[in-house]
């Protein structure tokens, strides 16, 4: 999907989404080795990466929402993952010309990354700083 968004290719970037969420929807067991190779790709990871394309095909809004519904069924141990993508949604928000919920938004995340020092977290906050400084600043 990643790869359709980033060619520009929204029809084929929204068929591999509809794939995956079918397959993250199924419930079936595949053992041991597929639960360590894919078990990360729940419902909630499939939204958060559909709302990384939209923003890669300049859906702000899209991304808004996708976020929104992603961040809702994503399960409260995954903190990391939430801090991580709270800052995407931030983004999403100063890009939705909504530069005050995008503010509250980045302090939920950095408030997340503090408590859980997530090296990825602080570089994903830290870009999405610097943009959000340069998106609400114009």
């Not at 520009?8 to 639960?35: F, I, K, S, W």
């Not at 020092?117 to 114009?138: D, F, G, H, P």
């Amino acid at each position: 999907a990643r790869g359709h968004a980033l060619s520009r290719d929204a029809t084929g970037c929204a068929r591999a989404l509809d794939a995956a969420r079918e397959q993250a929807a199924v419930p079936e067991d595949q053992g041991e080795e597929d639960r360590i190779l894919t078990g990360y790709c729940t419902p909630a990871f499939i939204e958060m990466e559909a709302a990384d394309c939209a923003m890669l095909l300049d859906q702000p809004d899209q991304a808004v929402v996708t976020f929104q519904h992603g961040l809702a069924i994503l399960p409260g141990q995954y903190q990391r993952d939430r801090a991580v993508n709270l800052a995407r949604l931030a983004v999403a928000y100063a890009a939705s010309q909504e530069p005050e919920l995008a503010c509250a938004i980045a302090q939920e995340a950095a408030t997340i990354t503090h408590s859980t020092w997530s090296a990825r977290a602080v570089a994903s906050e830290t870009l999405k700083s610097s943009i959000l400084r340069s998106t609400v600043m114009q």
